[in-house]
């Protein structure tokens, strides 16, 4: 089936420096990206749709300027935290939405980036 | 605004119990997607059903079974003979059906914990 990887699987990096997690479709290409956010016990979050060659669309309340989005292929969407605070510590996950074919339409998600600032 | 309601913070069940795990959804579309997705500790979130507006039938998937009713505007999902591997987070979503940004609106989550 259709496989979006995501790296890093963790990362802990210092106050005030940047992070930047990739989300890739392996062996399809995908359209539309979404990048969740998920706090402890919480919900997934939607922080933003990104489709490839067009700038991201962001849901209300999340800074583009802190959370920059680059989806420059079909197969390659990243998010950059940049100046990282402890209060964006969370775990980020990306979601890839097929371009037809095979795999369809259907969401497949990355199997998550657990971020710690510390 | 579309909205996903798991009223179940936290369920917790002896094995091989049955259980149940409730979704209620609003939407003014009439065209629209529901899902169930597992979250394992680990975190990666684990497909399990995608139904659309149209299609009313129950599924069944070995232990695994999903009522759909939209005259209650319900997707529940019962797990039967329960088993530990089932306990993790289950997540019910909906999307529009709008091409090209159909994005998925989660509920809260319920925790469900298989007790040995």
């Known amino acids: 089936g259709a496989v979006v990887s995501q790296h890093p699987s963790r990362v802990i990096c210092k106050s005030g420096t940047s992070v930047k997690i990739e989300c890739r479709s392996l062996d399809f290409q995908a359209t539309t990206m979404f990048w969740y956010r998920q706090f402890p016990k919480q919900s997934l979050m939607l922080m933003a749709t990104?489709?490839?060659?067009?700038?991201?669309?962001?849901e209300q309340g999340v800074e583009k300027d802190k959370f920059l989005i680059n989806h420059a292929s079909l197969t390659l969407s990243t998010l950059t935290v940049t100046s990282a605070h402890p209060e964006d510590s969370s775990f980020y996950i990306c979601?890839?939405?097929?371009?037809?074919?095979?795999?369809?339409?259907?969401?497949?998600f990355g199997s998550g980036t657990r971020l710690t600032v510390v | 605004a579309q909205k996903v309601t798991q009223a179940q913070t936290e369920i917790s069940v002896v094995e091989k119990e049955d259980v149940t795990l409730d979704c209620v959804y609003e939407?003014?579309?009439?065209?629209?997607?529901l899902f169930w997705y597992k979250q394992p500790p680990s975190g990666e979130l684990v497909f399990l059903i995608r139904r659309n507006s149209f299609d009313e039938q129950n599924e069944i998937s070995g232990r695994y079974s999903w009522n759909f009713q939209k005259s209650t505007s319900s997707f529940n999902f019962t797990i039967t003979a329960s088993q530990v591997v089932d306990s993790a987070v289950y997540f019910c979503a909906l999307s529009e059906a709008n091409f090209g940004n159909e994005k998925l609106t989660f509920g809260t989550g319920t925790r469900l914990t298989i007790i040995p």
């Open positions: 979601s890839a939405r097929g371009a037809g074919g095979k795999y369809g339409y259907g969401y497949t």
């Open positions: 939407t003014r579309d009439t065209t629209y997607y």
């Open positions: 990104s489709n490839e060659g067009s700038k991201a669309t962001y």
